[in-house]
């Protein structure tokens, strides 16, 4: 009886927090009237949630804010942090109890949670308002497409800080002591050519007695932005479009048979065990990721014998991983316009040139700033091949599944991807089980 009560107490408790976070927030998110004319001496205290942590987003933040108090003096702008892994217990809370800042960082899937918790306001009258005021033009000025990753029924949500796409990161020494004729890797390779210079490492890698070391961290069995793309370019997808979910497909097995290749070869690391190692150690020779080469360049392993190139086209349908970093603004601020004012600051030309002093070393939103010989987002980069983050820009595609379901289906549907390729990657599951699996845990989401 008492573990019944329990039970009971805790679902009650549940509905009551989901009630008390939507009486927090209106049903109307549009009715309010959007004002971009403030006066340079407007008074105001404002804060941003941004990633604790991370060292870079909090510098490019304050040299963002240095700039914007130049323009508005009167307002101050303060700073809070959130667990990238806790992120929507935090902001459910923070909201909870009347506390999260006015501006709140969030990324792609993320930014669903809030908008399925009226917590994002939409942005369309800034946007509009602004485009009539000849400050920018959202098609002309920007890659449009990443405010339209941050969008569910023509409503913008996010304002993207920057244009991150997944690329090749390698380690051209390695590379180079297997023998490997570094011409074939340049922006555009298909995945054929990838998975033979991959297979020249694994022979290389055996014959120096290295045979616990793994050819490619691909970040697969966590990161939508890798194992999502894939899927995609083998003509698989979750959804037709209509909700109906469409994973157990011989597209699907496609997908995964290319998978397994890579697991059966030993390019990449079998679930549960623990490799011996890693592009950061200097021990693997590529990388799947979207950070700025900043993050790696430095490195004691890795200085100088790096540089990035384009993720791998696979197959007549290639599809690259993209998605969003960026900033949202609480529906529930007091200060909606002044958050406006600093987020139309951050993706101004001043503005992401001076995030980029702060260390945003991935290319700008801005389009007359893709040039990364000139803007300073390449800044202290320009020998390598930063092209490889905008190439292939009609290839970009997001986890946009997600805008056919509620989203607070979000985080189990992810869950449920990301389990399917970790189930492929486990060499006591079969690419059958691990589809199987797969649709039990979508269904069993959907249906909660």
């Given amino acids: 009886m008492k573990k019944i009560f329990s039970f ?12 008390t976070i939507n009486s927090k927030y209106p ?14 001496d407007t008074e105001a205290d404002i804060s941003i949630l941004i990633p604790g942590g991370n060292v870079n987003e909090t510098s490019m933040i304050e040299k963002a804010i240095e700039g914007f108090n130049l323009k508005y003096p009167n307002i101050n702008i303060s700073l809070g942090y959130v667990s ?8 459910r809370n923070q909201a909870l109890a009347g506390s999260l800042p006015d501006i709140v960082w969030t990324n792609s899937p993320d930014f669903y949670f809030l908008v399925d918790k ?17 400050i920018f033009d959202l098609e002309t000025d920007f890659y449009k497409e990443y405010f339209d990753i941050g969008s569910v029924d023509d409503k913008h949500y996010v304002v993207p800080r920057s244009a991150d796409s997944v690329v090749t990161f390698y380690n051209k020494k390695l590379l180079e002591e297997a023998g490997v004729n570094l011409t074939l890797i340049e922006n555009g390779w298909s995945w054929d050519t990838f998975m033979d210079v991959c297979l020249q490492v ?33 003509g698989a997808d979750i959804t037709d479009g209509t909700g109906k979910l469409t994973i157990d497909s011989e597209e699907t097995r496609e997908a995964l048979e290319l998978v397994k290749r890579m697991l059966d070869e030993r390019i990449i690391v079998p679930t549960g065990i623990t490799p011996g190692s890693s592009f950061e150690a200097g021990t693997s020779a590529f990388l799947f990721q979207s950070a700025s080469v900043s993050l790696f360049a430095e490195r ?38 002044e958050a406006w004012a600093f987020l139309n600051y951050l993706i101004s030309y001043e503005g992401q040139q001076n995030m980029a002093l702060g260390g945003l070393n991935t290319p700008s939103i801005r389009q007359d700033l893709a040039d990364y010989t000139t803007a300073n987002w390449g800044e202290g980069y320009r020998e390598f091949n930063l092209d490889a983050y905008l190439y292939g820009m009609e290839y970009k595609i997001a986890p946009d599944f997600f805008q056919y379901y509620d989203a607070k289906y979000k985080s189990d549907l992810d ?27 979508m269904e069993d989401a959907l249906e909660s």
Avoid at 324 to 333: L, Q
Wanted: glycine share 6%; aromatic share 8%.
């Fill in 84 to 91: 990238v892994g806790s992120y929507e217990n935090t902001v």
């Fill in 27 to 40: 049903d109307d998110l549009d009715d309010f009237e959007a004002n971009i004319d403030l006066p340079s």
């Fill in 118 to 134: 009226n917590i994002a306001l939409p942005l369309n009258q800034y946007i509009d308002l602004s485009e009539e005021a000849g």
């Fill in 300 to 337: 004691k392993e890795l200085k100088g014998n790096i540089d990035i190139v384009s993720f791998p086209l696979i197959g007549e349908n290639p599809k690259i991983g993209t998605g969003i970093a960026g900033y949202s603004i609480n529906s529930a601020s007091a200060y909606k316009d």
């Fill in 415 to 441: 869950l449920a991807l990301r389990d399917l390729f970790n189930n492929v990657c486990n060499k006591n599951k079969t690419i059958e089980e691990s589809i199987a699996t797969a649709v039990r845990d």
């Fill in 8 to 19: 009971i107490l805790f679902v009650s408790l549940l509905l009551i927090s989901s009630c």
């Fill in 202 to 234: 694994r022979e290389y890698l055996d014959s120096k007695g290295h045979t616990d070391r793994y050819v490619l961290d691909a970040n697969l069995t966590t990161w939508l932005s890798v194992n999502y793309p894939i899927l995609r370019s083998m």
